[in-house]
């Protein structure tokens, strides 16, 4: 069964917006990641949080967790075109990864 | 360092077929995971192999099957197959299994008509 659930599923804004996607899961995790996917090509890995730490920071990228809710957010800033994509979240625990069903994010011109 | 190559990146069958799939992780990597991805279920994990040896295993039917070679290379192989086998094959590859990010390939995309 899948762990992380990502909503929305879809998501549509202007380019320059930003754009916040969040994940919420069921059991306890060492870590969390994202990643993005391109037009059902692979998966490249965005940026990794521990179940110790509460928010990093890559680029334009911000993850934040909450692991009393079980959930964290993927926020975008100033999002651009190239940003258009399925973002997932994967969960991480005892060296098993399992990946929530996505969120497309479509950027407007 | 080259990325994670899979070949080939799409095939065509016939159902009650059988299908070989190809993984080349990235130089040094020696653990190999295998997803299915599709629109209605999304990435399913199919199985992981670490040193040649089968870590862990999805749940999916025996037709699903794999294999790692000394050099890391992963296989994997769908025998009989069904419409529903029609999907995003993903090869991801890490270090050792502890690492936790993992860096996936291509994909590999399975029509069965």
């Known amino acids: 069964s899948q762990q992380g659930e990502e909503d929305p599923q879809a998501l549509s804004i202007q380019e320059g917006e930003n754009a916040t996607m969040n994940c919420s899961y069921k059991t306890s995790i060492n870590n969390l990641q994202w990643y993005r996917q391109n037009s059902g090509r692979g998966l490249v890995h965005l940026i990794l949080i521990r179940s110790n730490e509460r928010e990093k920071h890559s680029g334009r990228l911000r993850v934040t967790l909450d692991t009393s809710k079980k959930s964290s957010s993927l926020l975008i800033t100033a999002s651009r075109a190239a940003d258009t994509a399925s973002y997932f979240c994967?969960?991480?625990?005892?060296?098993?990864?399992?990946f929530g069903k996505g969120t497309r994010l479509h950027i407007l011109p | 360092k080259a990325g994670v190559t899979q070949t080939p990146r799409y095939l065509i069958k016939t159902r009650g077929q059988q299908v070989t799939l190809s993984c080349s992780p990235i130089?040094?990597?020696?653990?190999v995971s295998w997803y299915q991805q599709t629109p209605g279920q999304g990435l399913q994990f199919l199985f992981e192999y670490f040193s040649e040896t089968q870590r862990n295993k999805g749940n999916f039917p025996g037709r699903f099957s794999g294999r790692q070679f000394s050099n890391s290379r992963s296989e994997m192989n769908v025998s009989t197959l069904e419409l529903g086998d029609s999907a995003l094959y993903l090869c991801?590859?890490?270090?050792?299994?502890?690492?936790?990010?993992?860096?996936f390939g291509p994909g590999t995309r399975l029509l069965v008509l």
């Open positions: 994967a969960t991480g625990r005892d060296d098993k990864i399992i």
């Open positions: 991801a590859s890490k270090l050792v299994p502890i690492q936790e990010t993992q860096y």
């Open positions: 130089s040094g990597h020696r653990s």
